[in-house]
């Protein structure tokens, strides 16, 4: 109903005028019919809607204000009433129906409930479940969704969330966490006790265990979103039909049901602003589509180093365009994500993950499918899951492994098998509280496609790279290609003599005819493709091993090793420093390898293996015996207007660029265009000492040609005179001493007898040959 002005009033919200003709001759405002008319038919419509039948009784609105402001919902178990939103229930019951006895325990059983118990929760969710000052009864139940809240666990408040722990109880939720969750769109279910029976039959697919004490307390009093914390024990799911599943899930929207029809959270399958901070073991994604947690909000899960082994904060496993946003992990037993697949949820595809961080976790902060898991070709799918397709933008961990003492060789920053298509771009590992930031950088096995921007270890590690074969795989073992690192940096502990290791080696397998029969080798796997673009590598003698050494990782390691076939190209370019640093493979590679190292080490040289052939490289990357044009140029610069002898140009060759046996070979042209009897003298310096002198005088262009050779040393020198370019001449032949282990230069110089005559130095070549 809207306002209605005086007839003729050109204002919407004109005021009616009083009848006054004694006073002012005002005759008032003409009243339309409406006005007269629609407040009427307003009452009249608000009786009929509260079933009571429009009389002559003028109390009849009271009594419908009344009756909607006193609804009972202890009485609510018929018809599908929704509840206005700002009503306060205060410690109203939510089920008042009797409550069936398991175990001594109470818990609602189906049997118990009301016919139009979904309305009731329908009407309940929308009303309350936003934010309330709400008192749940002790020995009720109330069941919203896929949410059973166990007997007596409730607190009510205002203004903020608290645990429910006696006083002086040294709970880690002593300090208000403070609200940054929502709770409506999480699907999830908490039995009422372990020792239950719990004959729940709402829940077609269990998903997820929650910790034994659930606090709700209502943020403020003008209903906004509440918030939830989780403490206690580790309760298992204890429904008939999911006696096995020990671990909590998360469900897709439509998977479960609550007896009547499917439940689905308020805005689709998401999680906003959600935080856990406990000791208790999180969630587990497995067979899901199209998840999505929104990026910048955090999910926080302190798994508790106390507790028994088996905490994976995350398990996913077969999901399909996952979208997953900030996660903090803290002292987690086992993995932080880990591509656990179970049998029937095959390949997880397309799942993308925004900013994974672990503070102290004992095991991975990735770890990917691995050789536990193979025995999914006994179970019919088919064999290996496979991660494909996987974006990780940021990764970091603290403390990974807690430190190098027994049990923790497997915490690697990521552990990767059976993958493809995976990409990282920061991934960073950091030692805090620890000597160590990790045990390995990387660890991978059976991977084609597989991306690191950065790999980062800012503490000890045991080993950057490993690329192995866990002890226990079964079958033939698997290959590792197309893996590129863009940049590694690492500090080893000293253990390990190789930074890198590949290292996949062979199995053998029994007879089972005949157990006396010698035992058959499996087909070994490859490594191709692989390749460090850049980094710093310190803290160990060699860059890396083809085969095993013996380095004490998690036990003894004492075998001989097999060399691991090299199946395509391997580059490897650091710069390692340190004590002892000799660059190069500990082991030798397969003769036919395609292998290339770009190793700078500190004593400025670089040792290189490439195409199976031994051979050094100098500190300017110069292959021993190899020419390399150090600087070259073609464009003319012209001198005149002076008689002193004057620099035209100054090249620094890098130390190291000859070694002990080596040379350089410096071209000079010289060009004038005043042809005349006049002296015009181009020379060459080596080191500040003229080695060549050219002098036009009728002639307009002259090359000098210096070869300045190492003899024997890298400080020792000789060449010939400097009238000698090719050929015989007279004179005795040029020597140095110029440490050539540091950079050197030499410098082109310009000299006129005449300053109106003029000398060019029209293009230079400056060529170095490393020899040891």
């Not at 609105?61 to 202890?74: F, G, P």
């Not at 990409?423 to 059976?446: E, N, S, V």
């Not at 790999?455 to 950057?464: D, Q, S």
Request: some cysteine; hydrophobic content about 35%.
């Amino acid at each position: 109903m809207r306002y209605q002005p005086p007839v003729g009033a050109t204002d919407a919200n004109a005021p009616y005028a009083p009848r006054n003709l004694a006073s002012g001759g005002t005759t008032g405002s003409r009243v339309p019919a409406a006005a007269v008319e629609q407040p009427q038919r307003e009452i009249v419509n608000a009786i009929l809607a509260d079933g009571l039948t429009p009389s002559d009784d003028v109390t009849q609105l009271a009594q419908v204000i009344a009756a909607r402001a006193k609804a009972d919902l202890s009485n609510l178990t018929t018809g599908a009433l929704r509840l206005n939103a700002r009503i306060n229930i205060g410690s109203q019951d939510i089920f008042p129906e009797d409550k069936g006895a398991v175990d001594g325990f109470g818990v609602t059983t189906p049997e118990a409930l009301a016919a139009n118990s979904v309305a009731l929760r329908q009407a309940f969710e929308e009303s309350v479940l936003r934010g309330f000052p709400v008192r749940f009864s002790k020995n009720r139940i109330y069941r919203h969704g896929a949410l059973i809240i166990p007997n007596g666990s409730m607190a009510v408040g205002r203004g903020r969330l608290q645990p429910v722990v006696p006083a002086g109880d040294p709970s880690p939720f002593d300090v208000w966490i403070g609200d940054d969750s929502t709770f409506e769109d999480l699907i999830f279910e908490m039995p009422a006790q372990a020792s239950s029976k719990n004959q729940e039959t709402a829940i077609v697919k269990n998903r997820v265990q929650i910790g034994g004490i659930l606090a709700i307390r209502a943020w403020d009093g003008t209903l906004r979103d509440g918030s939830i914390c989780f403490d206690g024990d580790e309760w298992d799911i204890n429904d008939l039909r999911s006696k096995n599943i020990r671990r909590p899930f998360l469900v897709a929207a439509q998977s479960i049901r609550d007896g009547v029809s499917p439940i689905a959270p308020r805005r689709g399958w998401r999680i906003k602003d959600f935080r856990v901070d406990t000791f208790f073991r999180a969630f587990r994604l497995m067979g899901v589509a199209d998840y999505s947690m929104p990026r910048g909000k955090t999910f926080g899960v302190a798994a508790g180093a106390t507790k028994s082994p088996g905490n994976n904060c995350i398990l996913v496993g077969g999901s399909k365009n996952g979208s997953f946003g900030v996660f903090d992990f803290a002292d987690n037993q086992e993995h932080c994500i880990r591509g656990a697949h179970a049998p029937g949820y095959g390949d997880s595809v397309g799942n993308t993950f925004a900013d994974v961080t672990s503070r102290r976790s004992r095991g991975c902060v990735f770890k990917f499918n691995d050789g536990a898991m193979n025995s999914l070709a006994e179970d019919g799918v088919g064999g290996k899951a496979q991660w494909r397709k996987t974006t990780v933008t940021k990764v970091t961990g603290y403390d990974v492994g807690l430190g190098t003492g027994a049990g923790h060789g497997g915490s690697a920053l990521i552990r990767a098998s059976h993958t493809r298509e995976t990409t990282f771009g920061l991934a960073t590992a950091i030692a805090q509280d620890t000597p160590y930031a990790c045990w390995q950088l990387l660890q991978t096995t059976d991977n084609d496609g597989f991306i690191v921007e950065s790999l980062t270890g800012h503490g000890l590690v045991r080993r950057a790279i490993d690329v192995t074969t866990n002890a226990d795989w079964p079958g033939p073992t698997p290959d590792v290609r197309s893996v590129i690192i863009g940049r590694l940096n690492a500090t080893l502990d000293g253990v390990a003599p190789a930074a890198i290791r590949f290292n996949l080696k062979p199995k053998t397998v029994p007879d089972d005819a005949d157990p006396d029969e010698p035992q058959t080798p499996t087909p070994q796997g490859k490594v191709g493709d692989f390749r460090v673009l850049g980094g710093t590598i310190s803290g160990c003698q060699y860059l890396a091993v083809c085969g095993t050494e013996t380095i004490g990782e998690g036990g003894s390691d004492d075998e001989t090793g097999d060399v691991t076939p090299i199946d395509g190209d391997i580059y490897l370019n650091v710069h390692m420093h340190g004590a002892g640093v000799s660059g190069g493979f500990y082991r030798t590679p397969p003769a036919n390898a395609r292998v290339r190292l770009d190793v700078l080490v500190a004593n400025g040289t670089k040792t290189v293996r490439y195409d199976g052939r031994a051979d050094q490289y100098n500190a300017v990357g110069a292959a021993a015996g190899v020419v390399r044009c150090i600087e070259a140029s073609g464009v003319a610069i012209p001198f005149t207007g002076s008689t002193a002898a004057t620099t035209l140009k100054t090249v620094t060759i890098p130390g190291g660029s000859l070694g002990p046996n080596g040379w350089a070979r410096i071209t000079a042209l010289w060009t004038s265009s005043t042809v005349n009897a006049n002296v015009k003298t181009g020379r060459t310096r080596v080191n500040g000492n003229i080695w060549s002198g050219q002098a036009l005088t009728s002639g307009s262009n002259a090359r000098s040609v210096v070869t300045v050779q190492n003899a024997g040393s890298v400080s020792s020198q000789v060449g010939a005179s400097g009238s000698v370019n090719y050929g015989s001449g007279s004179g005795t032949p040029q020597t140095a001493s110029i440490n050539t282990a540091n950079d050197w230069p030499v410098d082109f110089n310009a000299l006129l007898a005449v300053d109106t005559d003029n000398l060019t130095l029209a293009g230079y070549t400056i060529e170095t040959c490393y020899l040891p």
